[in-house]
């Protein structure tokens, strides 16, 4: 049980172009889902937290109106990067958790590449 | 800045043999967790021990949690090469998102 699905897992595309990654709970409804990015060889970073019909709460140094994040219903958060640069190229992992202090459940990951 | 670090920062043993990882935190905690990562994937939930637990098992998988030293320890009995990752510790502080903070990671290789 407990199964995150991310799609695409991978994107490569050129500068400027914006992308979305969407995260879902297959088999069981997600009130918080979370979204990190991760650098070769590094840990995860978490970038925001979005809790299912309100605004997502972004961690300090994240660009709120770079990443884009809604979390629509209780299966579904997507995440959009807007005018994307290579700078942004990086490895973006999804978590989605049931109940507070219960395990998060993460996706697979998208590997994002701006030319 | 990183509430875990686990150590060492890499591992590398022959299959059979026991693997320890140890992670230590700063601040007090909710709950830990402990995840593994295989190359360019998602991370996989092993276990999760509470505050108040000092000791979890799960298949070849034993968890310790001390915190009067604030650290934590995975051990994995007679590794398989299946078992090549890297592994996180991740702790949370409780309150109303439970968010995560993961350490830096340990890369484990087992050789066959």
């Known amino acids: 049980g407990a199964v995150v699905s991310q799609h695409p897992s991978r994107v490569i595309c050129k500068s400027g172009t914006s992308v979305k990654i969407e995260c879902r709970s297959l088999?069981?409804?997600?009130?918080?889902m979370f979204w990190y990015r991760q650098f070769p060889k590094q840990s995860l970073m978490l970038m925001a937290t979005?809790?299912?019909?309100?605004?997502?709460?972004?961690e300090q140094g994240v660009e709120k109106d770079k990443f884009l994040i809604n979390h629509a219903s209780l299966t579904l958060s997507t995440l959009t990067v807007t005018s994307a640069h290579p700078e942004d190229s990086s490895f973006y992992i999804c978590?989605?958790?049931?109940?507070?202090?219960?395990?998060?459940?993460f996706g697979d990951g998208t590997r994002l590449s701006i030319l | 800045s990183q509430q875990g670090e686990e150590d060492p920062q890499a591992l590398s043993i022959q299959e059979g043999e026991n693997a320890t990882m140890n992670c230590s935190y700063k601040?007090?905690?909710?709950?830990l967790q402990w995840y593994r990562q295989n190359s360019g994937r998602g991370l996989v939930h092993l276990i999760l021990?509470?505050?108040?637990?000092r000791e979890k098992h799960s298949g070849r998988l034993r968890v310790t949690l001390d915190t009067s030293k604030k650290s934590s320890s995975l051990l994995i009995t007679a590794s398989r090469a299946a078992d090549t990752a890297s592994y996180f510790c991740?702790?949370?502080?409780?309150?109303?998102?439970?968010?995560?903070?993961f350490g830096k990671g340990t890369l484990l290789t087992v050789n066959p």
């Open positions: 601040t007090s905690i909710n709950n």
């Open positions: 979005s809790n299912e019909g309100s605004k997502a709460t972004y």
């Open positions: 088999d069981f409804q997600a009130t918080t």
């Open positions: 978590s989605a958790r049931g109940a507070t202090n219960q395990p998060q459940h």
């Open positions: 991740a702790t949370d502080g409780g309150g109303s998102n439970y968010k995560l903070t």
């Open positions: 021990i509470r505050s108040n637990e």
